[in-house]
């Protein structure tokens, strides 16, 4: 059966500190790792990983994929409070047909 | 980035009822839409595949005849939860993926529908 786990569930910080958010993976037919950043409503999309070992920038959030190990990770330097959010990780696979298979979330939440 | 639309965005409704949510796709066309359902503190589920011109392709332990998918345009696409229950209360999240982007993976949310049934 596939599955994405995601790791810590769930993690308070202090800001300005750096964190990882892991997302491992074991789905048959993978075509890539995405990451999404949920507040209140829809998760806005943050990142997607298709080749391993490239990593994805953007300002302080930086991402990576090991499609060996299958996993990856969501790297957040210098949080801030509007960090605070759930981040999901998703695998699109077209196990059968094309769809996403969601993680179980990660709820960070960064204190002033 | 491509925009996905919901409405309406929270219903109150009585047990027994029917509740239709509609999904558009607002500046693209959309072949397949996808509705998740999302409970407190938890991850998307994905519920069904809403596919343009046909019938919808439901996950394990979905009802079909409970959740009626309808996807009539390339922009729109609805679901209706028949006769509903309080334990369908839920949120409910629809996406959709832009096949004309160069991003054919990466789906797009619309805001959500928090349903409430009494």
């Known amino acids: 059966e596939d599955k994405v786990v995601q790791s810590p569930l769930s993690l308070v910080v202090h800001e300005g500190d750096t964190v990882t958010l892991n997302c491992s993976y074991e789905v048959t037919n993978f075509r890539s790792l995405l990451w999404y950043k949920q507040e209140k409503k829809a998760p806005t999309f943050l990142f997607m990983l298709t080749s391993s070992g490239i990593e994805k920038k953007s300002g302080r959030l930086s991402s990576i994929l090991d499609k060996k190990e299958l996993f990856s990770i969501l790297n957040i330097t210098a949080t801030q409070t509007g960090d605070s959010a759930i981040y999901l990780c998703?695998?699109?696979?077209?196990?059968?047909?094309?769809?996403?298979?969601f993680g179980t979330g990660t709820r960070l939440k960064v204190l002033a | 980035g491509a925009v996905v639309s919901q409405h309406p965005s929270w219903v109150i409704c009585k047990s027994g009822t029917s509740v239709k949510i509609e999904c558009r796709s607002l500046d693209f066309q959309a072949t397949t839409m996808f509705w998740y359902r999302q409970f407190p503190k938890q991850s998307l589920m994905l519920m069904a595949t809403?596919?343009?011109?046909?019938?919808?392709?439901?996950e394990q332990g979905v009802e079909k005849d409970k959740f009626l998918i309808n996807h009539a345009s390339l922009t729109l696409s609805t679901l209706t939860v028949t006769s509903a229950h309080p334990e369908d209360s839920s949120f409910y999240i629809c996406?959709?993926?832009?096949?004309?982007?160069?991003?054919?993976?990466?789906?797009?949310f619309g805001p959500g529908t928090r349903l409430t049934v009494l």
């Open positions: 998703a695998v699109a696979t077209t196990s059968g047909t094309y769809k996403y298979i």
């Open positions: 996406s959709a993926r832009d096949l004309t982007s160069g991003s054919t993976d990466t789906q797009y």
């Open positions: 809403s596919n343009e011109g046909s019938k919808a392709t439901y």
